[in-house]
């Protein structure tokens, strides 16, 4: 069974810093995403990555997938406070072809 | 705008009586599913519909039901709501099938609250 894991669970940060958040998956996929989700809200869709050495920038966020290794980073660069979310790494569970499977999030808080 | 809807956003109810969240896509996605999202235990799938009147169980199916009559509805429905749904329910959809699965992932729905007392 896929299994979606996500590290760390929580990270408290000061603005202007770089941070890693690491995304390690179970099984084969060529497929994965990341999402952010603010409190009470929604899931928005970040960035999806579709093959091996895939990598895909968005202002501060770059997320990057390593199929071999079974994992994507998503690396945040001189950290503002806009970005405090909880992110989301989830990845398709092709075996049952029936529904994608997210990590438990990392919530993102960034300190002045 | 292509997007999801929900409704309602917000809803307290009482054990026992029925209550159905309404979901609609306007993108022709085949592919749609219902979530729950609980403190401690992420995102878990209840129903999932991979086109017009196909529909089957997720990992939290029991106490639901929900029906795909059209490709864009897919309302999700508490026959006897119990104070163990209380929870944050999103619907999501995504395009599927002619080379697309999971191309894309989920859009997701803007949430239901829902509280039954």
């Known amino acids: 069974e896929l299994k979606v894991e996500q590290n760390p669970l929580f990270l408290s940060m000061q603005e202007g810093k770089n941070y890693t958040i690491y995304c390690n998956y179970s099984t084969t996929s060529d497929r994965l995403y990341w999402y952010r989700q603010d409190p009470g809200k929604s899931l928005e869709s970040l960035f999806v990555?579709?093959?091996?050495?895939a990598v895909k920038q968005e202002g501060r966020l770059m997320a990057s997938l390593d199929t071999k290794a079974r994992l994507s980073t998503l690396h945040i660069t001189a950290a503002v406070h806009d970005l405090s979310a909880t992110y989301f790494c989830?990845?398709?569970?092709?075996?049952?072809?029936?529904?994608?499977?997210f990590g438990s999030g990392t919530r993102l808080s960034i300190r002045p | 705008e292509a997007q999801v809807t929900q409704n309602p956003r917000y809803l307290i109810t009482v054990t026992g009586k029925k209550l159905t969240v309404t979901c609609s896509q306007n993108m022709n996605h085949e592919y749609m599913s219902w979530y729950r999202q609980d403190p401690g235990l992420g995102l878990r799938q209840i129903y999932y519909s991979m086109n017009v009147e196909v529909t089957d169980k997720g990992d939290v199916p029991e106490g639901y039901k929900v029906s795909r009559k059209e490709k864009r509805n897919f309302p999700l429905i508490l026959e006897s709501p119990s104070p163990n749904q209380t929870s944050l329910y999103f619907c999501?959809?995504?395009?599927w099938g002619q080379g697309a699965s999971w191309n894309y992932g989920y859009t997701f729905g803007s949430g239901t609250r829902l509280t039954v007392v």
């Open positions: 989830a990845v398709p569970a092709f075996s049952s072809a029936s529904k994608i499977i």
């Open positions: 990555l579709l093959s091996n050495g």
């Open positions: 999501a959809s995504s395009l």
